[in-house]
């Protein structure tokens, strides 16, 4: 026998002893399928928007860029002249209220599943590094969790996409530059204005401005984007150290749409 036909008789072994079934319909999988059916697969609701530089979701976030760029008075000095660029931002495949393809990042981030999140991470870094919009980043950062449900997870869900878009991209991924300062109340049942209350000043950069390294394009990455509340929060954090010569993208596995 060889190798090859070796590890598939123990993985057809393991399969008879240790069904594995699909994340988004609950399935049994075949010996060849990994996390997803086939089916599910066929029916992959792909965004492709890292192929648009404008899209509904990149629309969400710089709506709250823009308010805030030309409303605050404080921020005038600091942009002394220079403008707000419209900042890109993709997700790997959207979903509308109850699909089921939210199972996806549910398996991440409730159950463990850190297999299921590096193999749709390495799905979404694939897009993300071969995308003219995104492919010359340098800095790649999870939306960081509140040191104590970071503990008591073990696992910070977004960092480990954010892993594996980095190593598709050939970039640094940072998690000692930004800071979640306090828990945030679960954002689930809050409406837009509440969520953008919520997380408003959660996050800041721990790192004095001399440490951060120079950067041409941050990737902001998160598991999943709703208002876009949370990275935008990020966002804001971010641009008080780096000029808008830097471009903040945003990154996630999933989006949801609603509307
Ligand atoms: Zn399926």
Known sequence: MTGNSIITSLSAAADIMLPRYCIVCGRRLYLREKFICIYCLADFPFTYNWNMPRNRMADRLNAMIQRWAEDIDEWRAFYRGRHERYAYAAALFMYRGDASYKNIPRRLKYHGDIAAGRFFGRILGARVAMS?????????????????????RGYNQAEIIAREVASACGAAMRTDIL??????????????????KNVRGAFSVRLAAELLPKAVHILLVDDVFTTGATTYACFLALRRYYGPETRISVVTLACVDNG
Do not use: C, G, M
């Not at 003219?132 to 503990?151: E, G, M, S």
């Not at 800071?179 to 953008?196: A, G, M, P």
């Open 179 to 196: 800071v979640r300062n306090r828990r945030t109340r679960s954002q689930t049942r809050l409406n837009i204005e509440e969520k953008e």
């Open 132 to 152: 003219t919009h995104f492919k010359d980043a340098d800095i790649v950062i999870p939306v960081p969790l509140y040191w104590k449900r970071r503990w008591d």
